[in-house]
């Protein structure tokens, strides 16, 4: 069904071995996106081998852009200053940028100097648009037409162009650029030859500002099924588009960064990243994860006297902290996906606030009252019972419902990213008032508990 | 930017006051996607209500369709056989079996029993493919021609047909219905009017087979830049087309199962799903996660004699066991993001899982230096630190390290989630592991701890 994989093996002897032709021969007329797989796991020479067949066939940038973004640096940093701008200068606006972004700080401006003054102009001005916008991101590689357009003049002005990368709407603007309506392709085609564009455009189409960030521009794209979104700067002018594969990059980015986030990853700690790099990475999270750990050690520290007491207490310590954990990630997990999907709105989030915490007081009852029995059939005390289930209906229903749903919102509020840290931080508070609930009452109450 | 959403309290008021056809001018032409939200929070009478509304004006399917998938059932529970079936008739074919879908078992079938012939044997033939594979969510209503077919026939054809649901490429077949090739609809609007598809076609397009799994299908779309899928069956006739709006919303959905799936989390556990529905689904989890707390607790309870001749070491243990679950957990996460991703195949993966050990020993050694030396600051005993920072290589390098990255592995290889409960667990054996070899290496060297 899909393509055979190119063989890497014989490409890499092909490497040694062959002219420049027959590699390309070989590679053929195969998928950019298949071509761009090759890169990974070549040694430096032969990566500039290949970069330089794709580059003399100007097929370089269209692959290099398919590059996981963790690999495309690294690729990048083997290529020459003066082919890297060439290879700038042929692709399209918005992959020019992913390169340019792909450069360290200190090489980007050396290579934006080398390109000529109109592709300089162009990076310059997408490269100006924060980080996370989708100005950013977009592609100035779009085609618009008057109202005043018939279907036949459109269609004669799209065949003068040519290819253009992508291509689903004719984007209708005034005189001053103004985007005033789109009009489908697929409408275009069934026309009859006179009809102007202004009599069939779709008028006041949806559209995002070019600072609007890039995770709510996909969120329009998916909930509307469009195939491209216009971006308007703010009085309205037609800057850009972006293509509903953008849009699925960045759901995929999100989703990556989400999952990462709760569990204390950078976005480039990949499966294939370097041991150092990713060691590097997960250094800062596992001190923080130090950190919130020593809290709880410390308050287990506060407890040492009853605990030496009663020694039997050390055993069910894990059964309070494990289950609040997992509940407080529970938790935390629906509250970020919602916000990701865009499916709660802080109007609406004290609503879901209370739902978990009644739902983890409902667990926490069933567990606490198993936790309970199983208790008093193995150490015979009905009181121990007693205390680890209250410390459970604590910690999992009030502390872990309440900080998993509230700590996620807050963190939203604060313009952070939602899922940042979640899971360290959730757990660690469960651990520590795990702890705290139950010594606290197992302390209170030791004299029924011996 | 975006359309301003519709307020919801007017309509609550308007469908208590107003005239149906007042309702519907208010409404207006909005997407589908807004009006599906004006059921979120409404009463059963005003959804019957406003399900009437829309039914008449033959809008209901497009807008139920757009609902999230846990709000649909409890809205088609609250339509009569009559009016739902009259709907799923009307309905595009893919949308006819989400609603299918959506039934309970026993009214599944009673509802297919009053289609009409056509529509029944369609949505037989859909709802026989399996859940998960790309024939059960492909569309049918799709236009073939023959490679003889002209540019200006193809386009006759078209207008005759009229509104297609989605419509980006023409699809080319054999006289008996086997898929030769596609034209992509910009190049038919620049084709002359005489050329044959034939001649424009790209031949042997990427295609599914009706079994491939959604996930792989979705991929296929995003990795080359798809708009559709075409779907065929064994002797390669097609039977269907998948879009790129299906593909964003199964990476949405693979995105949740995933991270649902870590925290053992059902995939209908949503932010506003009834508590009762979410304790329930809750509590299975609830039950693993007790017996690995259970298992943790068991490895404790053996070491209770050291514990009580040397109850500062109780102080440390929420340390071993917080870093190494946190450890398994960060694994586990970027292994399942790559298997999500379609980064790793299990040709590498043992590549991955030594990475994955390695990082975490180099981190261990790291975390177990820091809390040596602040053992031995804090308790003057040089032994302490060097049992904590052994447990702490052993478990976050070694255990947490191997389970995380291989766990998610196995389970793919046995064709379950990679991600199912793989939280819960990672934590369950860090847990008993760090209990084991922090307690069992102060046992072997208590004369040295007290």
Redesign the interface.
Same mark, same amino acid.
């Given at each position: 069904?899909?393509?055979a994989p190119i063989d890497h093996n014989t490409v890499r002897e092909m490497l040694r071995t062959a002219t420049p032709d027959r590699v390309l021969r070989f590679i053929g007329q195969r998928?950019p996106?298949d071509i761009a797989l090759l890169f990974k796991g070549l040694e430096p020479p032969e990566v500039r081998q290949l970069f330089d067949i794709l580059f003399s066939a100007r097929r370089a940038d269209k692959a290099l852009k398919e590059l996981?973004p963790e690999l495309l640096p690294d690729i990048l940093a083997l290529i020459d200053d003066d082919k890297l701008s060439r290879m700038i200068v042929r692709a399209d606006p918005d992959d020019a940028v992913t390169f340019i972004d792909s450069l360290p700080e200190e090489r980007r401006e050396r290579i934006i100097a080398l390109l000529d003054p109109e592709r300089r102009a162009e990076v310059r001005e997408l490269i100006s648009y924060p980080e996370g916008s989708v100005g950013r991101i977009m592609t100035t590689d779009f085609m618009t037409f008057l109202p005043s357009t018939t279907a036949q003049g459109a269609?004669d002005k +799209?065949?003068e162009r040519g290819e !253009?990368e992508t291509?689903?709407y004719l984007y209708v603007v005034d005189e001053a650029g103004k985007l005033v309506g789109v009009v489908p392709?697929?409408n #275009?085609?069934?026309a009859p030859p006179n009809r102007s564009l202004g009599d069939m455009m779709i008028a006041d189409p &949806?559209?995002?500002?070019v600072m609007?960030d890039q995770e709510e521009a996909a969120r #329009?794209? *998916?909930?509307?099924?469009l !195939?491209a979104l216009p971006i308007?700067d703010e009085s309205g002018r037609l800057e850009g588009i972006i293509t %509903?594969?953008d %849009? &699925?990059?960045i759901?995929?980015k999100e989703?990556?960064e989400?999952?990462?986030k709760?569990?204390?990853?950078a976005e480039e700690?990949?499966?294939?990243t370097p %041991?150092s790099r *990713?060691?590097k990475m997960? !250094?800062p999270?596992?001190?923080l994860?130090?950190m919130?750990?020593?809290l709880?050690? *410390?308050v287990?520290?506060l407890f040492?006297g009853t605990?030496?007491e009663i020694?039997?207490l %050390?055993?069910?310590?894990?059964?309070i902290?494990?289950?609040g954990?997992?509940?407080a990630?529970?938790t935390?997990?629906? +509250?970020?996906?919602?916000i990701a !999907?865009g499916?709660?709105e802080f109007s609406s989030a004290w609503?879901?606030v209370v739902?978990q915490v009644?739902?983890n007081i409902?667990?926490a009852l069933?567990?606490g009252g198993? +936790?309970a029995v199983a208790a008093f059939l193995w150490k015979g005390n009905p009181y121990l019972g007693l205390v680890l289930a209250s410390a459970m209906i604590l910690n999992l229903g009030l502390v872990a419902g309440f900080s998993g749903a509230v700590i996620p919102l807050v963190l939203k509020a604060l313009k952070f990213d939602p899922a940042m840290g979640a899971? +360290?931080i959730v757990?660690?508070l469960t651990?520590a008032f795990g702890?705290l609930s139950f010594l606290g009452l197992a302390t209170l109450f030791r004299g029924y508990l011996s």
């Open positions: 069904m899909k393509p998928h996106a996981p269609i +799209i065949r !253009l291509f689903f392709l697929r #275009l085609v069934v &949806i559209k995002a500002n609007m #329009l794209v *998916s909930k509307y099924e !195939l308007v %509903v594969d %849009v &699925i990059d759901i995929d989703a990556t989400d999952m990462y709760m569990a204390g990853l700690d990949r499966v294939f %041991v *990713s060691v997960r !250094l999270w596992t001190i994860n130090l919130t750990a020593t709880a050690a *410390s287990v520290g040492e605990l030496h020694i039997a %050390v055993t069910f310590m894990p059964v902290a494990g289950v954990g997992n509940g990630t529970q935390a997990t629906v +509250i970020i996906r919602a !999907l499916e709660l609503k879901a739902k009644l739902v409902c667990i069933a567990a198993v +936790i899971g +360290i757990t660690g651990d702890f």
